[in-house]
């Protein structure tokens, strides 16, 4: 038999033998610190960084890196180390106070950042002054507006009345945590206005700050397109020179998430990409027209450059998201390495830029943005590594005709690649797959490509001198064919698969088992179908809860044994109903309707429901007479108000007061007839972006 000793030292020789393929796994580790420290349910402290220290004397100690057994797990815990302590700094350094209760007050603040919106716009506040006292001192706060704020711009004083509300929690267990969000943008409230926006004062002084300048320079972009773009196409333009959505209709958006489009709305490596190869062969092109020019200097370095520069100033304008963010440092590396004679598209820089993004902003790796983006560039270059240089002499040896057949299948190919590799992530966010997205791209990408993306750049450059709307115009012809194709793909039998979500250990396995395959070159990457085979039985054994209960006990769904999905009301609580639908991979639920004959085992009247799940019965009452009868045959009792009276039969009884500490509940009939029970704050602990009333008991 062979020994563990032999599998153990077989498995390091493979290892040492692709020693060259180590800092691929960096950002995988470091990765895996930052996971960790975002996966604890307790607030870790400063100590935390003394165990970093003590791992980095180790590792600069001879006797350790003189011994390549000893020298690697301590390289490995000092990166997961490095990890798990970027996340603790950042946390710390944006620590700010949070609102814990619904208050009205009068304020003003600075303006630092404008949305445009069909509706409503919004507005991002700081250096913010309350009438009404014993509010927090709010670093940011974020207001939805519905009157006309079209004369405010970024940098202006203004004063307004607003209804100020904690940021929204979870909308269930595990859901994504738009409060965690929140806390690392340090957005301390949101709410509403009730009065008009007034401007009190214009400050000076924050111009050449960086996060100022990108505010002030997108809305003039969408004030300009939205003054001279065709009014159907001009939430897309906004979309794709700013980064801002909320110019979008909720239908366009729906149809592009629907049709495999929505890529194209979010700036990543495709415009970047884009803008950046139409500046740098425009200008080279230009220079070669002089011969003189051509031949005595390196125009291509200095089209490089320019480029650059351009590219610069497109994600200033872009809001610098994490997939813009990606996207400038992979092509950047492309146009530094031109001016230095080398290779940059590699899954070295593909692994720096993933580096670099988590060690300034970590908790990106919890989004769809930076997961989704990485994945599909990753999976691309490692494809590309292999069968590219094919790909390039096919083109470089053949007609004009047969160029184009290779193009389109490269558009075919990198397509499919690309939705292969996000698929996971969009079906584990979004519980949906856009079946016929492949489809839509071979057309629509060729025509971003060849038509919106030069006239947009045409319209960049023409926005400071003319006030034309020409490019704009020619720029939205392409998008209303984009529109179109979207419109009519999403409209197809199954364009959209309604899957539902799966657990998070899934998508870890499934990612481990990617990257163990993709990144090892020697007999080591078939380790990759080993972790794929110990992850997939996770999609299979998962169940969503049986029962939710929202946390303003307004919303109730019950998931019963025939796989039928009821809710309590379609008009309360629709935005923890549309999170439900991804959960469930439902389009719509069935409404539970009092007296009607919905099914034999949930009985409704007035003021409650009765749900008969064996051997249990769970009562849903709306009110405390309702909670008093259901006290003495419930085995498990759901209130929306408080239950103050003595209800001694319940085994398990949830009421207002719990949804308003804990958050949703989520309850789970296991197969031992046992009752589970996760809410949104025990899986969350007691982090500071968790609600102080739920720390405070919990700490008690």
Sequence with gaps: MVSEYTVIKWLFIQVMEERSRWFLWSPVLFGIGVSVFFGLTWQPD????????????????????????????????????????????????VAAPVLQKKSFTELSGLVIEKSAGLKKKRLILTNLSFEREGLPKLSKI???????????????????????LPPPPPAYPGAYDFQRDSYFKKIGAVGYSISPVLIVNEIKGNEFQINHLSAKLRDLVNTYVSQNAPADTAGFSIAIMSGDRQALSKKQIQEMRQSGLAHLLAISGLHMGMVGG??????????????????????????????????????????????????????????????????????????????????FLPESLLTASFQMSFAAVFCLIAVYERFGVRLLSSMQNANFVKRIILYLAGVVFTSLIASAATAP???????????????????????????????????????????????????????????????????????????????????????????????WRNRLKWGGLVILAAALPGLWLYSPPDILFSQ????????????????????????????????????????????????????????????????????????????????????????????????????????????????????????????RIDTVNSLRGTRPWVPLRYQDRILK
């Design 142 to 164: 974020r207001l939805t507006i519905r009157s006309d704020i079209s004369h405010i711009k970024p940098g202006q004083l203004v004063s307004l009345k607003a209804v100020l």
């Design 46 to 93: 400063i100590t935390a960084l003394g165990y970093t220290v003590l791992i980095g004397v180790l590792f600069f100690l001879p006797a350790i890196r003189n011994q390549q057994f000893l020298f690697t797990p301590v390289l490995v815990s000092l990166i997961v180390s490095l990890g798990f302590n970027a996340g603790l700094i950042r946390e710390l350094s």
């Design 278 to 359: 139409l500046i740098f062969f425009a200008v080279r092109l230009l220079a070669s027209c002089w011969p003189r020019v051509a031949l005595t200097y390196p125009i291509k370095k200095w089209a490089a450059v320019i480029a650059l520069m351009g590219l610069t100033g497109y994600l200033l304008v872009s809001g610098m998201s994490v997939s813009a963010l990606r996207a400038y440092l992979m092509i950047s590396m492309v146009f530094i390495a031109v001016c230095f004679d080398r290779t940059a598209l590699s899954l070295r820089n593909i692994a720096l830029a993933a580096l670099l993004i988590l060690l």
């Design 425 to 519: 992530f969009a079906i584990f966010h979004f519980g949906q797959f856009a079946l016929l997205g492949l489809l839509a791209n071979l057309i629509a990408v060729p025509l971003m490509g060849f038509w919106v993306m030069p006239w947009t750049l045409v319209a960049f450059l023409l926005m400071p001198v003319f006030e034309t709307s020409i490019a704009l115009d020619l720029a939205g012809a392409g998008i209303e064919m984009i529109l179109k194709i979207a419109h009519v793909v999403s409209s197809l039998p199954n364009a959209s698969l309604q899957l539902g979500t799966y657990p998070e250990s899934v998508l870890i396995g499934l990612v481990l088992a990617v990257l163990w395959f993709l990144i």
């Design 552 to 675: 303003s006990g307004n919303l109730f769904l019950i998931h019963n044994s025939a796989e039928e999905i009821f809710v309590s009301t379609m008009r309360r609580d629709r935005f923890e109903r549309k999170k439900w639908q991804l959960l469930y991979g439902r389009s719509e639920f069935r409404k539970i309707t009092p007296y009607a004959n919905t099914t034999s085992l949930i009985k409704c009247d007035l003021v409650g429901c009765v749900y008969t799940r064996k051997p249990y019965i769970i009562a849903f009452a709306e009110n405390w007479m309702a909670s008093g009868m259901d006290c003495e045959r419930a085995h498990v009792l759901l209130s929306s108000e408080p239950v103050n009276h003595p209800c001694p039969f319940p085994t398990y009884i949830i009421d207002r007061f719990d949804l308003w500490r804990s958050g949703t509940h989520a309850l789970y009939f296991e197969e031992e007839g046992n009752i």
